[in-house]
């Protein structure tokens, strides 16, 4: 019967079985091995869906885009970038043009850090070019809170 047994076994094609593995996957950091610190904005239409979202590294002079649902706003008109302080009596300060695209990026003259610290809030409006009296000619279009990741 044992040698049976083994003529069976040994006969027997072997089995696959699938074990499920863990990967690691590391997140960029910064040279001091943490994430990034960045700032982050998503900006909502006045029915609360978010149109565009914001990105920039602290340390960057770049403001990135990406349109998530806005048409074009038309001939001879462009989104134009607002920084919010939220203080009674404050105007809106002009931040810079959005390129047209889905995807598109903002030089600062200065560091992100320093342009977008004071001001919580970031929003748009249509504007032909240049806005004029460097405020806003009309409502704002949308507008979110722009955090500080880190």
Same mark, same amino acid.
């Given at each position: 019967m044992a040698a049976a047994l083994l003529v069976t076994v040994a006969t027997q094609k072997p089995q696959v079985v699938e074990v499920p593995v863990e990967r690691i996957v590391e997140v960029p950091a910064s040279a001091s091995g943490t994430m990034q610190p960045s700032y982050v904005a998503m900006l909502r239409d006045s029915s609360g869906s978010v149109v565009f979202i914001a990105y920039a590294a602290r &340390?960057?002079? %770049? $403001?990135?885009? #990406?349109k998530v649902s806005m048409d074009e706003p038309g001939e001879g008109k462009h989104y134009h970038l607002w920084g919010l302080t939220m203080a009674p009596g404050d105007r809106p300060r002009s931040l810079g043009m959005i390129p047209p695209g889905e995807k598109?990026?903002? #030089? $600062? =003259?200065?560091? @992100? &850090? %320093?342009? /977008? @610290?004071?001001? =919580?809030? /970031? @929003? /748009?409006s249509v504007e032909t070019q240049p806005a004029p009296r460097g405020e806003p000619s009309g409502s704002l279009i949308a507008k979110g809170d722009c955090k500080q990741f880190w």
């Open positions: &340390d960057s002079n %770049e $403001l990135w885009f #990406k598109a990026t903002v #030089k $600062l =003259p200065v560091s @992100a &850090d %320093e342009m /977008l @610290a004071g001001f =919580p809030v /970031l @929003a /748009l």
